[in-house]
């Protein structure tokens, strides 16, 4: 009989136990709940944090997040309106402003994103579809130095007077978007272009367009490069040859002068005692043309032979040297 009590005691505890679990729930300062009853919203939306109630069983409390939630569109393809085709990617933040009414057209944070996908992606189309492909890049008309690296006709494309630019454009795509939202209880606070690049036919030709551009400014370079290193070898050589030049006309200078004085020495030798100044250049003579191997065939009457028949002129063994 007790294990019966006990046993109902222990079932009235956990009926107990989970009607006031169904019946209590708690609401953070993050939270805002819609109460639905058989799957119908009853009553207005509770956003105060604290305790509440409801019925047990047949209510529920649908929780939805109170804060400011992202939102990020995938790549599209988009054509401009000066007919460039492009991939652009948004990202906004967005919350939900009226939970009831969120909970009656989406259900939840699901429908929500797929419902925006299909609103801010087709405000984005549309705006960008009016505008040209610079409006979307640039952002004002400020104005920025020119590089050599630029084609004529990028750049004349890039100097393209901007009349919204990309951050009227993507305060336009909001401005759209936000008149569409409320009707789902949601609302955008910001919206921003994440990237915009050119499609991948598009992409290949103008990086064709860059290589090929590259290639020109090296090929530029090079032959700057060729004609400045000619130039300056030039220079070398004419340097070297006036160098080579000026040092040979001060070594033949300087010879010269050499020759003037042996000249002017020899002359002033020669006026002292002009037989001895004979005799010593005859016998450098001798000693530059004649030596142990050598033969001489000169006439009895040569001047050179002068010295050979002179008595004095005889060598230390006393032998003449041949004849």
Same mark, same amino acid.
């Given at each position: 009989m007790s294990g019966r009590v006990l046993l109902v005691g222990g079932g009235l505890l956990v009926v107990v136990a989970l009607t006031l679990g169904s019946t209590f729930f708690t609401v953070s300062e993050t939270e805002q709940v819609v109460i639905t009853q058989f799957g119908e919203p009853i009553g207005q939306a509770i956003?105060?944090?604290?305790?509440?109630?409801?019925?047990?069983?047949a209510q529920e409390a649908n929780v939805f997040d109170k804060r400011w939630l992202e939102w990020n569109g995938n790549a599209n393809q988009l054509p401009t309106r000066d007919k460039k085709y492009i991939w652009v990617e948004t990202y906004a933040r967005w919350r939900i402003a009226d939970p009831l009414l969120f909970f009656q057209r989406l259900r939840d944070e699901r429908g929500a994103q797929s419902r925006l996908?299909?609103?801010?992606?087709?405000?984005?189309?549309?705006?960008?579809?009016?505008?040209?492909?610079?409006?979307?890049?640039?952002?004002?008309?400020?104005?920025?130095?020119?590089?050599?690296?630029?084609?004529?006709?990028?750049?004349?494309?890039?100097?393209?007077?901007?009349?919204l630019g990309r951050d009227k454009i993507t305060r336009l795509i909001l401005e759209?978007?936000?008149?569409?939202?409320?009707?789902?209880?949601?609302?955008?606070?910001?919206?921003?272009?994440?990237?915009?690049?050119?499609?991948?036919?598009?992409?290949?030709?103008?990086?064709?367009?860059?290589?090929?551009?590259?290639?020109?400014?090296?090929?530029?370079?090079?032959?700057?490069?060729?004609?400045?290193?000619?130039?300056?070898?030039?220079?070398?050589?004419?340097?070297?040859?006036? @160098?080579?030049?000026?040092?040979?006309?001060?070594?033949?200078? @300087?010879?010269?002068?050499?020759?003037?004085?042996?000249?002017?020495?020899?002359?002033?030798?020669?006026?002292?005692?002009?037989?001895?100044?004979?005799?010593?250049?005859t016998m450098e003579t001798y000693r530059a043309t004649i030596d142990k191997d050598s033969w001489l065939v000169l006439s009895t009457d040569a001047d050179l032979f002068r010295y050979l028949q002179s008595p004095g002129a005889a060598g230390p063994s006393g032998r003449s040297p041949k004849r």
């Amino acid at each position: 009989m007790s294990g019966r009590v006990l046993l109902v005691g222990g079932g009235l505890l956990v009926v107990v136990a989970l009607t006031l679990g169904s019946t209590f729930f708690t609401v953070s300062e993050t939270e805002q709940v819609v109460i639905t009853q058989f799957g119908e919203p009853i009553g207005q939306a509770i956003t105060r944090p604290g305790l509440h109630v409801k019925l047990p069983f047949a209510q529920e409390a649908n929780v939805f997040d109170k804060r400011w939630l992202e939102w990020n569109g995938n790549a599209n393809q988009l054509p401009t309106r000066d007919k460039k085709y492009i991939w652009v990617e948004t990202y906004a933040r967005w919350r939900i402003a009226d939970p009831l009414l969120f909970f009656q057209r989406l259900r939840d944070e699901r429908g929500a994103q797929s419902r925006l996908d299909d609103i801010i992606d087709g405000d984005t189309r549309n705006v960008i579809a009016n505008h040209n492909l610079i409006e979307v890049v640039r952002t004002s008309n400020r104005s920025f130095e020119r590089a050599e690296e630029v084609e004529d006709v990028m750049e004349a494309e890039a100097m393209r007077q901007v009349e919204l630019g990309r951050d009227k454009i993507t305060r336009l795509i909001l401005e759209r978007a936000s008149r569409v939202v409320p009707d789902y209880g949601i609302e955008l606070v910001d919206l921003q272009i994440q990237r915009v690049n050119y499609i991948e036919s598009v992409q290949a030709k103008v990086f064709d367009r860059m290589i090929s551009e590259r290639k020109r400014i090296a090929d530029r370079h090079r032959s700057e490069g060729q004609g400045k290193s000619a130039e300056i070898r030039g220079k070398k050589e004419r340097e070297l040859k006036v @160098i080579e030049s000026e040092a040979y006309r001060k070594t033949q200078e @300087i010879m010269g002068r050499g020759d003037a004085e042996a000249t002017g020495i020899y002359a002033s030798a020669y006026n002292r005692d002009r037989e001895l100044y004979r005799f010593l250049r005859t016998m450098e003579t001798y000693r530059a043309t004649i030596d142990k191997d050598s033969w001489l065939v000169l006439s009895t009457d040569a001047d050179l032979f002068r010295y050979l028949q002179s008595p004095g002129a005889a060598g230390p063994s006393g032998r003449s040297p041949k004849r």
